[in-house]
């Protein structure tokens, strides 16, 4: 299922390369949706090899991707081969973060990305020291503790609970909270070029939810960007609009 919630924001990277944007991304990425969520299913289903003979043309046109490298995974895409390979003709790996930008890659022998990521390590310096900055001279805030936007120690050490599968989700946790208190409202916003949440994943989980009396519905929505879609002005923008309109819905 994974290959198919993930296939429309590959699509979408290589579409923000041809310069499609706006209404028409969103029509474009609709018919994608529809194939990734019917035809591409139905033929991962039929097994590796068959899958792969039935899926691998239409994978290869959605996404850019030589159609050799696809046939060889059975039309089964990873995100980070997608990354490494989608522009190494340039010379580039994406960031599955935005796949819209890229960085020169420093290891093109290597089947792995074993340079940094380009939005994830360029930005959060920059925002760490803008933090800190903020508490300090705005918030009059002094502590001897340091400030770690990211903390690697802490996630490889995360204690996952009762959870056997190793991964923490929040869908149980999100559904008490909306029985506890009906008028809560929820946005949930994804980037269209996010390769680390794929905003299709997003919707399929959300539809997998049964409905709640009296509870307000889930908003989804979904703006051009990545993960970080906040790091451009529309983006902002798109994020104001939303938080204002959930506040203003629950007055």
């Known amino acids: 299922l994974h290959w198919a919630l993930e296939l429309p924001s590959l699509a979408a990277t290589r579409l923000k390369g041809e310069g499609v944007s706006g209404d028409a991304l969103r029509d474009r990425l609709a018919e994608v949706e529809h194939y990734a969520l019917g035809d591409y299913l139905t033929a991962l289903n039929s097994g590796l090899e068959q899958g792969g003979k039935l899926a691998s043309g239409r994978v290869s046109e959605l996404t850019g991707l030589p159609l050799e490298l696809v046939q060889r995974n059975f039309a089964r895409i990873p995100t980070g ?53 903020y508490v300090r001279d705005e918030l009059n805030y002094r502590t001897d503790v340091s400030y770690r936007l990211l903390n690697g120690e802490v996630t490889r050490n995360w204690d996952y609970g009762t959870s056997g599968q190793g991964y923490a989700g929040v869908m ?80």
Request: hydrophobic share 40%; charged share 20%.
């Open 81 to 133: 081969l997608f990354a490494k390979e989608f522009q190494r003709a340039t010379g580039k790996v994406l960031s599955p973060y935005d796949a819209t930008i890229g960085t020169a890659d420093i290891a093109p022998q290597s089947a792995r990305d074993a340079g940094p990521d380009p939005v994830l390590d360029r930005s959060v310096p920059v925002l760490t020291s803008a933090f800190v900055a």
């Open 172 to 251: 149980n946790d999100l559904q008490r909270a909306r029985s506890l208190n009906p008028a809560l409202g929820v946005v949930i916003v994804n980037g269209y070029t996010d390769l680390v949440t794929p905003y299709l994943a997003s919707r399929y989980l959300v539809n997998q939810l049964p409905s709640l009396s009296d509870a307000k519905p889930i908003r989804l929505d979904v703006v051009e960007g990545g993960h970080m879609m906040y790091l451009r002005p529309d983006g902002r923008r798109a994020l104001k609009d939303a938080a204002s309109e959930l506040y203003q819905a629950t007055q």
